[in-house]
């Protein structure tokens, strides 16, 4: 089956489009830098130059695709122009449901993030329970006017899916500054890591391979116009570094700041960025993404697309292999 | 003292009303969600009931109907809920120059804002007397305090509220009712809101709040019986300012302020995004 995937460079469209193509389907890829590292290698996957953000260009690419799998997204923590998120995040998804309305696409799976639904409170989140904060985030608010988008597209005829995917972990490609995997990368190598306080605070985790697999799921199983949580385990910060250590064997030490001191922090980083230009590492308003409980509940997938995460701790072992693995390479 | 008793919120689906509820329960008070019909009311209530442990009942009815107001009391009275606190906060706002807006549309935002306060109010006035001490809060706007082009009818209904709250309080204070009305700035309560407010000037963007912010003031200043609640400093400070400045310096600034604003109607949000979808693909096409 021809397949179009937009952000094949990035981590889960890597992946992703890896998977697809070793099962046999011909995946058409949209990418920007035809030299990029990050570019999928594959017989049954052919390059087309692009960009979401160039309708001619998507046009191209999707010709003759019967399927589309749009992870594509600015995902930073900071941008100089906020503008830059709503041209590749809102304006991309609505040029991509445009081209796959007029040419006849099937399907369209969207990836998005559970960042849209906010932190919880009690229970995990599931996929119709209301956020309680205003989204501060210009990513977040992007991701949620994208998938308002796609939902109307439903109306308008196209069959679209919206995945959204919790804190993603695993073997993989490195495009993001602070992900999971370089948090746990430092941790294994023995360096001292800083959680938030209080530690008891819950996350939800999930691996690469759980999410690949959910977004075929999601093509093959999917209700058109619906929301799936691709999520894993939801665990504290406390409980997931000590499962690392018992794995890993790592002495590294963790400390716990409280959220004073680090919203202290992001000031200073905000400072040194006006000053010297250079980007801040977090700010303020992530930092309160990052003291609340962030769980989830992928009950929903389970029961309607037969999606199976992977055990934590066995996930977690792939993944510290992984990256042991890597630092001999 | 709210376990068997009930706080009955207006407009509980989106925006500030979705946030006194979820405000309401942190303090374990029971609910009663009255808002739109659409699915959003019942996902808000099944969300407060599993994470907060409270009661929560849902009602659909669209307040801008005058009968729909009794139909509420008598579903709330049938189901016999004790309620011991009002909070009228669903209303309809509107940005807009008085000759672009349809009548229909004063109409509407007339009887949700002035017309189904006053009813329900009237309604659930005998049984607040029996539970009390009970709680009225009217939710009312900063701007009924400003004469802002662009907000003639919907600040007026405002003062409606900042009014018939003030002269109530007097009235019912004796029967254990405290009443209350909250005074907000702008707040980032829906799509359009939110829109609408980066295209306003710097010193209305700066007094904006997110309504989760307001809503624990808002309880708050309502538990404690103050009369008139100002949540925010910069609001407080608008205040202020508006009673030291000379009367030509005021208008000067409120101009300035609202000069860019672009017109927009809470009615037309839905309207809107589907809009702006249409005319940004019609652009790229």
């Known amino acids: 089956m021809k397949i179009l995937l937009t952000g094949a460079t990035g981590y889960i469209g890597h992946q992703l489009a890896l998977t697809l193509a070793g099962l046999g389907n011909c995946v058409h890829i949209l990418v920007r830098n035809l030299n990029s590292p990050n570019i999928p290698r594959h017989d049954n996957i052919i390059v087309f130059a692009g960009d979401i953000t160039d309708r001619s260009s998507i046009r191209n690419a999707m010709r003759g695709c019967i399927q589309v799998f749009h992870t594509a997204a600015l995902v930073k923590i900071f941008a100089k122009d906020s503008s830059e998120f709503y041209k590749v995040n809102v304006e991309g998804t609505a040029n991509l449901l445009a081209e796959a309305l007029d040419l006849g696409i099937k399907k369209f799976i969207y990836t998005s993030s559970c960042g849209v639904m906010g932190s919880s409170v009690l229970k995990p989140k599931s996929e119709n329970d209301p956020r309680t904060t205003t989204i501060n985030k210009d990513y977040e608010f992007t991701k949620f006017l994208a998938e308002n988008l796609v939902k109307e597209y439903v109306h308008k005829g196209l069959f679209t899916v919206i995945v959204s995917l919790s804190k993603v972990y695993g073997p993989g490609i490195e495009t993001h500054p602070i992900s999971v995997n370089r948090i746990i990368n430092n941790f294994i190598k023995g360096k001292i890591t800083i959680i938030p306080n209080p530690g008891t605070l819950e996350t939800n985790y999930c691996f690469i391979d759980d999410v690949v697999e959910g977004h075929i799921l999601a093509m093959a199983k999917g209700i058109g116009g619906e929301k799936y949580i691709l999520g894993g385990e939801n665990i504290s910060y406390i409980n997931l570094f000590q499962t690392i250590r018992s794995l890993s064997g790592s002495k590294a030490k963790l400390i716990r700041a409280p959220k004073f001191l680090t919203q202290t922090w992001t000031v200073l980083q905000w400072l040194q960025y006006k000053l010297t230009s250079k980007e801040p590492f977090a700010t303020l308003k992530a930092v309160q993404h990052i003291f609340c409980n962030k769980t989830f509940s992928s009950a929903k997938a389970i029961r309607q697309l037969g999606y199976h995460p992977t055990p934590l701790k066995e996930a977690l072992n792939q993944t510290i292999q992984f990256l042991k693995k890597q630092e001999h390479v | 003292m709210f376990n068997k008793n009930y706080c009955l919120i207006t407009g509980a689906s989106e925006g500030f009303g979705k946030a006194l509820a979820l405000d309401c329960a942190s303090r374990k008070m029971n609910l009663i969600l009255v808002a739109l019909p659409g699915p959003e009311l019942y996902y808000l209530a099944n969300f407060i009931e599993r994470n907060y442990k409270v009661d929560v009942v849902a009602i659909e009815k669209d307040l801008a109907v005058e009968e729909n107001c009794i139909l509420v009391f008598k579903e709330v009275q049938d189901l016999k809920l004790p309620v011991n606190m009002l909070i009228n906060n669903a209303g309809l706002g509107s940005t807009m120059l008085f000759s672009e807006g349809k009548m229909s549309f004063y109409q509407k935002q007339i009887k949700l804002n002035i017309t189904a306060t006053t009813l329900l109010t009237h309604l659930f006035l005998d049984m607040l007397k029996a539970n009390g001490p009970s709680y009225i809060l009217n939710v009312g706007s900063l701007c009924s305090y400003f004469f802002l082009p662009k907000k003639q009818v919907y600040g007026a ?6 009014f018939f709250s003030k002269s109530l309080r007097r009235e019912i204070k004796n029967d254990g009712i405290h009443v209350s009305v909250v005074c907000p700035g702008s707040m980032n309560t829906n ?58 310096v005021k208008k000067m600034i409120t101009n300035n302020q609202m000069k860019n604003i672009k017109s927009v109607t809470a009615i037309e949000s839905k309207q809107k995004t589907i809009l702006f979808t249409e005319k940004h693909n019609s652009l790229t096409a």
Not at chain 2, 157 to 162: A, D, E, G, V
Not at chain 2, 212 to 224: F, M, T
């Open chain 2, 191 to 248: 799509l359009s809101v939110t829109m609408l407010i980066k295209s306003s000037g710097w010193l209305s963007r700066l007094s904006v709040m997110n309504p989760e912010e307001v809503a624990p003031v808002a309880i708050d200043g309502l538990l404690k019986g103050k009369e008139v609640i100002i949540p925010g400093r910069i609001n407080k400070l608008f205040l202020l300012m508006d009673k030291l400045l000379p009367a030509f």
């Open chain 2, 157 to 162: 209904t405002k003062s409606f509220l900042y």
